[in-house]
């Protein structure tokens, strides 16, 4: 079964430097979440698309963006990388309006920032 | 402020035994729970959801879910070393996740040969 396919899967930035990272859901999904999880903490809500729209905002820096494409890709642009930005990125995808709506993660990018 | 409370651990279990996995979680308004199981340095990966007031059974797991005393469980029967990461328990509102998931910070269980 298809899943949630992230890229890169290793990301290595210095200070300073942009990264974008890149999502796809799994077919037929329209919704997209990206979290955020240090080293051992729980994963951190930074934004979700539904429909190629922004639904929700969490805990994202103002230098972080993101978008979800007419093929419900999303990208997680990072501008003005900083150390405490290194952590393992997930992407996330579901059917939203489910009652049961379950999310899918992917194996997520691990960005280091030196 | 919506917030799932996990004691962190490490749970530590010896195999073949019970594995009991426990969750709290303080807004009224959360109606879907779930169980994530996270190995290190990979992605969640989801193991049991749970909607209603009682049990859920699925092969060696069970989940519980008592709203009144908002509290949500995960046993783990004949518990193998294969077993051992970190479970995240999950809430969200029915109908979709308007913010996401709200996570605990997970417990590290060890399942000790």
């Known amino acids: 079964a298809a899943g949630v396919i992230q890229s890169p899967r290793h990301l290595i930035k210095e200070k300073r430097e942009t990264a974008t990272l890149k999502c796809y859901p799994i077919?037929?999904?329209?919704?997209v979440y990206w979290y955020q999880q240090g080293p051992g903490q729980d994963p951190q809500f930074l934004i979700s698309?539904?429909?190629?729209?922004?639904?929700d905002k969490g805990s994202i820096p103002d230098r972080f963006s993101a978008q979800q494409f007419s093929d419900y890709h999303s990208e997680l642009n990072m501008s003005s990388l900083e150390l405490g930005d290194s952590a393992l990125y997930f992407c996330?995808?579901?059917?939203?309006?489910?009652?049961?709506?379950?999310?899918?993660f992917g194996s997520g990018t691990q960005l280091s920032v030196l | 402020q919506k917030e799932v409370e996990q004691n962190s651990g490490p749970l530590s279990v010896p195999e073949g035994a019970i594995a009991s996995l426990n969750c709290t979680y303080s807004d009224r308004g959360s109606q879907s729970f779930f169980w994530y199981r996270q190995y290190s340095g990979k992605s969640p990966e989801l193991i049991m959801f749970i909607y209603s007031n009682g049990d859920k059974e699925d092969g060696r797991f069970t989940a519980q879910l008592n709203k009144a005393s908002q509290y949500v469980s995960l046993l783990i029967r004949d518990s193998q070393p294969s077993d051992s990461a970190t479970y995240l328990c999950?809430?969200?509102?029915?109908?979709?996740?308007?913010?996401?998931?709200?996570f605990g910070k997970g417990t590290h269980l060890i399942i000790q040969p």
């Open positions: 077919p037929r999904h329209d919704t």
């Open positions: 999950a809430a969200t509102y029915s109908g979709g996740g308007a913010d996401g998931l709200t």
């Open positions: 698309f539904y429909e190629k729209m922004q639904s």
């Open positions: 996330a995808s579901s059917q939203r309006g489910q009652w049961n709506e379950k999310l899918f």
